[in-house]
C-alpha cells in the first residue's frame, strides 16, 4: 500500500503523519546549498523521508505547551508555547494586544524547514542505525587494534535541525533527569 502524506496544517488532525509536504521541501531545497540528495530522488521517496522525520522529531523533542486537544496526531499545534521571536511593545501601542505565544492553530515555519531538513538527511543516511562498533571499546584484527569513541556518534535529529526546533522546546535526552522550568 502506498504511503499518502498528510500535513498537519495547524487544526489538530487526527490522522497527520508530517508537519511538512513535498511542495514544502521542494521550497526549502531551492535555497538549500547541497539538495541534490533531495532533488535526485522521487516524490514517494521525499514524501517518506517527510514522514520519517516528523515521527523522529515528534519522539526526539519535547515542545513547550500543550497540544491543542486530544485526538491530534502529532505534537503540534501546541497552546501556550512561548514565541521566542515575539515583538515587545508597550501595549497602549498595539490594538489587538500582541501575544507572545505561538498561535495555537498552527506549526511555526522553524518546525516545518527542520521537517524538511531531517528528511534531506535521511535520504543520505538512515540517522537511527545503531553506530559501528556499538558495545566495543576496542577491537583487534591480526595485530590491529581499532578503538572507539562511544561518545563521538551521529546523533539522530541532526544539529542543524536541532538548532531550528530549540527556540519551541528541547531535545529529549536519556542522560538527563533534568526538566527546563517555565514561567507562564
Not at 495547524?10 to 513535498?22: F, I, L, M, R
Not at 543520505?124 to 545503531?130: E, F, L, M
Not at 562511544?150 to 533527569?177: C, E, F, H, N, W
Request: neutral net charge; charged residues 20%.
Amino acid at each position: 500500500m502506498a504511503l499518502t502524506l498528510i500535513k498537519e496544517d495547524g487544526t489538530g488532525k487526527a490522522d497527520a503523519n508530517s508537519y511538512a509536504s513535498v511542495e514544502d521541501g521542494n521550497a526549502y531545497h531551492d535555497g538549500h546549498l547541497y539538495a541534490s540528495a533531495w532533488t535526485g530522488v522521487a516524490d514517494d521517496q521525499k514524501s517518506a523521508a517527510l514522514v520519517m522525520a516528523s515521527r523522529l522529531i515528534d519522539a526526539e523533542f519535547q515542545f513547550n505547551g500543550t497540544r491543542t486537544n486530544a485526538v491530534q496526531g502529532m505534537q503540534w499545534p501546541r497552546a501556550r508555547c512561548p514565541e521566542p521571536d515575539a515583538i515587545h511593545v508597550p501595549l497602549q501601542v498595539l490594538l489587538p494586544i500582541p501575544s507572545d505565544f505561538v498561535r495555537f492553530d498552527s506549526v511555526p515555519k522553524a518546525v516545518v524547514q527542520a521537517t524538511c531538513e531531517m528528511a534531506r538527511e535521511l535520504l543520505i543516511a538512515d540517522r537511527t542505525v545503531a553506530p559501528p562498533g556499538e558495545g566495543l571499546k576496542y577491537y583487534n584484527n591480526a595485530g590491529v587494534q581499532t578503538g572507539y569513541d562511544k561518545g563521538d556518534t551521529r546523533p539522530v535529529i541532526s544539529r542543524v535541525a536541532t538548532v531550528m526546533l530549540a527556540k519551541y522546546g528541547s531535545q529529549i535526552s536519556a542522560k538527563s533527569g533534568a526538566v527546563k522550568l517555565m514561567r507562564v
